[in-house]
């Protein structure tokens, strides 16, 4: 009797094992294809050639004196708008798979012969490829040799606003705007570069002072970027350090994601002088993509943006 008692105890404790087993097992193979859908999901929404050029994939504002960021894809574009007039959007870049490469202003501004950005220039990484090119612009100057206001400067120029006091009116710099972006990629103060201030462009007198262009951007003016290579793109909406309003200047900027053209061999940002050539060479060197060369460091094609 204790024999059977024994076996039969032995008996169960197997079955119990193989059931959690065969449990364990089924659970694994439902993880993994729910994975698998997920993945294949994923990768038709995401993927920028899996939309029609033109498409609007996501549109917002950012209100005046605000910062965001993200991670901008391959093959498509960021539309910029002044809704009011007198917009500042500062704005930087870098490689979301190695963020040691990040924009760089002065090779951007001299390897295309030229202090202020706008449509046909390509803004350069500091490892001479093309973040993004300027493939539309109804503003004509964009400066990107100022950098930031700090938050000591706002507060003696406009007063402090604290966010416990005031909350979303509070007054913002740049600089610490720009920190608190970078911190959510586990960057910090030295890995911020010179920036990009969209809408806004200073100009140099005989005497080398630098100043202010006001009214340079009109309400509804546009920009229009197309990304090269998948992009870290941060962003603010905080004055320029040379604004010499009076009061704290809020101005809002609606913004549009969308999906580019292809580039093709007469792109103007592809032609628009030798080096941008050279930008898109390196990206198509980085991509893993074939480019015909024609000796000059001109291309007939460069394949597929996506």
């Known amino acids: 009797m204790p024999a059977t008692k024994s076996t039969t105890r032995l008996v169960t404790e197997l079955a119990t094992r193989l059931i959690s087993t065969l449990a364990t097992g089924l659970v694994r193979i439902v993880v993994n294809l729910l994975k698998l859908i ?11 050639d899996s939309h029609t050029p033109g498409t609007v994939l996501y549109s917002d504002t950012l209100p005046g004196g605000a910062h965001w960021s993200y991670r901008a894809r391959r093959g498509t574009t960021l539309h910029l708008t002044d809704i009011e007039g007198g917009a500042n959007v500062g704005m930087l870049f870098y490689n979301p798979e190695n963020l040691l490469e990040r924009y760089n202003a002065p090779d951007t501004l001299k390897c295309q012969h030229t202090f202020k950005l706008t449509r046909g220039h390509c ?39 604290s966010y416990q006091d005031f909350r979303n009116d509070w007054y913002q710099s740049g600089y610490s705007s720009f920190l608190v972006e970078l911190a959510k990629y586990g960057l910090g103060a030295r890995d911020m570069a010179a920036n990009v201030n969209w809408f ?36 603010h909406t905080c004055p320029h350090p040379l604004n010499p309003a009076a009061e704290y200047p809020r101005r809002p900027v609606g913004f549009q994601l969308g999906q580019a053209m292809p580039v093709g ?11 941008n050539q ?18 000059l460091g001109g291309f007939d094609g460069l394949g597929s943006t996506q």
Not at 38 to 48: G, H, I, L, N
Not at 143 to 152: I, K, P, R
Not at 219 to 235: N, Q
Not at 265 to 275: A, I, V
Request: hydrophobic share 35%.
């Open 200 to 235: 806004s462009a200073v100009q140099i007198n005989d005497s080398g002072d630098i100043s202010f262009l006001e009214k340079n951007s009109s309400a509804g003016a546009t920009l229009v970027l197309r990304f090269e290579m998948d992009t870290l793109v941060l962003m």
């Open 278 to 295: 050279r930008g898109f060479h390196n990206n198509a060197i980085y991509h893993g993509e074939l480019a015909v060369h024609d000796g």
């Open 123 to 161: 803004l350069y990484s500091d490892m001479g490829r093309i973040f993004c090119s300027i493939i539309d612009d109804s503003v004509g100057a964009h400066e990107t040799v100022c950098g930031n206001a700090s938050a000591d400067f706002v507060k003696q120029k406009w007063g402090e606003r």
């Open 265 to 275: 061999g007469d792109d103007l940002c592809l032609n628009h002088c030798e080096e």
């Open 38 to 48: 997920v993945e294949k999901d994923m990768s038709v929404s995401t993927k920028p």
